[in-house]
């Protein structure tokens, strides 16, 4: 079945640098949109970035430009690239995947998720 293993998180610092990996399973990464969503404590999951099947990128605003969405396609695996991170930036953070049209960031448009990664960043 279609799986999603996600990894990288940790706990560092505020400025620092993170770089998340979401690996998939029976499915090509070519194929689909694909997203990075977290969820803070008492807060709803929203979205971060997603990135289509033609490697069109989407960006959540509060994110700027410290975030970067990629895939590698030979190696099924997406990729979040975390830059000057803040301690607003703490949650768990999740990849999901859609085969549907289009590739919005609302977590609500996605169908398959992974179990989430830690990332805190202290002050």
């Known amino acids: 079945q279609v799986q999603l293993v996600e990894s990288g998180g940790a706990s560092v610092q505020a400025g620092g640098y993170l770089k998340l990996s979401c690996v998939a399973s029976r499915f090509s990464t070519n194929s689909a949109c694909m997203g990075w969503f977290r969820q803070s404590a008492g807060k709803k999951r929203e979205g971060v970035a997603s990135v289509g099947s033609d490697g069109t990128t989407t960006y959540a605003d509060s994110v700027n430009d410290r975030i970067t969405i990629s895939k590698d396609n030979t190696k099924n695996t997406l990729y979040l690239e975390m830059n000057r991170l803040n301690p607003e930036d703490t949650g768990m953070y999740y990849c999901?995947?859609?085969?549907?049209?289009?590739?919005?960031?609302?977590?609500?448009?996605?169908?398959?998720w992974g179990q989430g990664t830690q990332v805190t960043v202290s002050s």
């Open positions: 999901a995947v859609r085969w549907t049209r289009g590739c919005p960031i609302w977590p609500e448009y996605f169908t398959i």
